[in-house]
């Protein structure tokens, strides 16, 4: 993570913000005692929807278990999940 100091970061304040977007990373700006980031809104909303889906009862259980049957093998085409959610979700009447 590139760090600057707070005069550098007001002096390129709108330099910066494109960077940020650009590249998608994190920049810390500090001053003699407090230090903050500054990252791309997408970036930002990606973490918090992250912390959501992590807070879920048993999400990590599932998504670890998940994980597990890919690399063992276990997995499904797109067109086989694709059917058995459209038959489970919208049954056809």
Known sequence: MKT???TDAQASLSKLIEQV???NKIIEIINE???VVMMSREHYEGLQETLHLLSQSGFKSDF???VKEADQGYTDSFEHVLVSLSSS???RT
């Open 4 to 6: 600057i100091t707070a």
């Open 64 to 66: 670890d278990q998940s």
């Open 21 to 23: 977007n650009k590249d």
């Open 89 to 91: 979700h919208f049954p």
């Open 33 to 35: 005692t407090d230090r």
